[in-house]
């Protein structure tokens, strides 16, 4: 398989108006490194939907792209709802435990939590962003399954597949449910017993696939929430000068190929 899992470098959170949170690598992340920014916070925004709101930079000045971002807003205002996102990067620069990646929102918001993930892939490989999904609902119950995110129809190759969740105004303790074909890399909330806070909840599959549902579900004792679920599936392109199982070649390299006259 090209993507491996290789640490959960762990999340940060905070209940402070401001426009960025910042989280440190556990270990050193090496060039070539895949990593994954997920991130949560209250909406800026002021419409359902996709969005564009969120962007990651690290200290080192390696490259992040947006894989997803999603956004619930209950009554179109900005820090009614919440907005989800996650972000991807092959290291080019080395980073280590003094260094740090930023979510960078595009006003000031209160609740944010991020976490970050480190895989490997195969040596030269750059990444694409293949399809996004995602769902939101306004008062969603407990157990509820609207929270449900397809996709179908994708060439059968292997994809890294990552999901961000978030439920607003959380002054309850919730349980998770996660999705079995999901490894769950974190479920916390941003201030506990706090009616503004959000809770915020990441996941990953990596598995070869032309389609799946992502569904985590969260019960809890009463009452509805409003929340947001994104899905991102990226995948490896393989180089000009390979051809690595498992890759998709893309209609620019194979132009190239063939033009150079290596494919006819």
Same mark, same amino acid.
């Given at each position: 398989?090209?993507?491996?899992?290789?640490?959960?470098?762990?999340?940060?959170?905070?209940? /402070?108006?401001?426009?960025?949170?910042?989280?440190?690598?556990?270990?050193?992340?090496? *060039?070539?490194?895949?990593?994954?920014?997920?991130?949560?916070?209250?909406?800026?925004?002021?419409?359902?939907?996709?969005?564009? &709101?969120?962007?990651?930079?690290?200290?080192?000045?390696?490259?992040? %792209?947006?894989?997803?971002?999603?956004?619930?807003?209950?009554?179109?205002?900005?820090?009614?709802?919440?907005? *989800?996102?996650?972000? #991807?990067?092959?290291?080019?620069?080395?980073? /280590?435990?003094?260094?740090?990646?930023?979510?960078?929102?595009?006003?000031? %918001?209160?609740?944010?939590?991020?976490?970050?993930?480190?895989?490997?892939?195969?040596?030269?490989?750059?990444?694409? &962003?293949? &399809?996004?999904?995602?769902?939101?609902?306004?008062?969603?119950?407990?157990?509820?399954?609207?929270?449900?995110?397809?996709?179908?129809?994708? /060439?059968?190759?292997?994809?890294?597949?990552?999901?961000?969740?978030?439920?607003?105004?959380?002054?309850?303790?919730? &349980?998770?449910?996660?999705?079995?074909?999901?490894?769950?890399?974190?479920?916390?909330?941003?201030?506990?017993?706090?009616?503004?806070?959000?809770?915020?909840?990441? #996941?990953? #599959?990596?598995?070869?696939? /032309?389609?799946? +549902?992502?569904?985590? +579900?969260?019960?809890?004792?009463?009452?509805?929430?409003?929340?947001?679920?994104? *899905?991102?599936?990226?995948?490896?392109?393989?180089?000009?000068?390979?051809?690595?199982?498992?890759?998709?070649?893309?209609?620019?390299?194979?132009?190239?190929?063939?033009?150079?006259?290596?494919?006819?």
């Amino acid at each position: 398989m090209a993507f491996s899992f290789v640490e959960n470098h762990g999340t940060n959170k905070e209940q /402070t108006s401001n426009t960025s949170l910042s989280i440190a690598p556990a270990s050193t992340i090496p *060039v070539g490194a895949v990593l994954v920014l997920f991130a949560a916070c209250d909406n800026i925004a002021v419409s359902t939907g996709d969005t564009t &709101t969120h962007s990651v930079t690290d200290s080192q000045s390696n490259t992040w %792209t947006r894989v997803s971002e999603k956004t619930f807003s209950d009554a179109g205002v900005a820090l009614d709802g919440v907005t *989800v996102s996650t972000h #991807r990067c092959v290291v080019t620069t080395q980073l /280590t435990t003094g260094d740090s990646i930023t979510l960078t929102i595009s006003s000031a %918001t209160t609740a944010k939590i991020i976490g970050l993930t480190e895989f490997s892939v195969a040596a030269g490989s750059t990444l694409e &962003t293949t &399809t996004t999904t995602g769902a939101t609902k306004n008062e969603l119950a407990s157990g509820g399954t609207d929270l449900s995110a397809a996709f179908s129809g994708l /060439t059968s190759a292997e994809y890294l597949i990552v999901s961000s969740a978030s439920i607003e105004s959380v002054t309850r303790t919730l &349980t998770l449910s996660e999705d079995a074909d999901y490894t769950n890399l974190a479920d916390l909330v941003s201030q506990s017993a706090s009616s503004g806070a959000i809770w915020g909840s990441f #996941r990953y #599959r990596i598995a070869t696939l /032309t389609g799946d +549902t992502v569904l985590p +579900t969260w019960t809890w004792a009463s009452g509805t929430c409003d929340a947001a679920h994104t *899905v991102g599936v990226i995948h490896e392109v393989v180089s000009a000068g390979g051809n690595k199982a498992g890759g998709l070649v893309n209609v620019a390299q194979l132009k190239s190929l063939v033009n150079g006259g290596l494919v006819n």
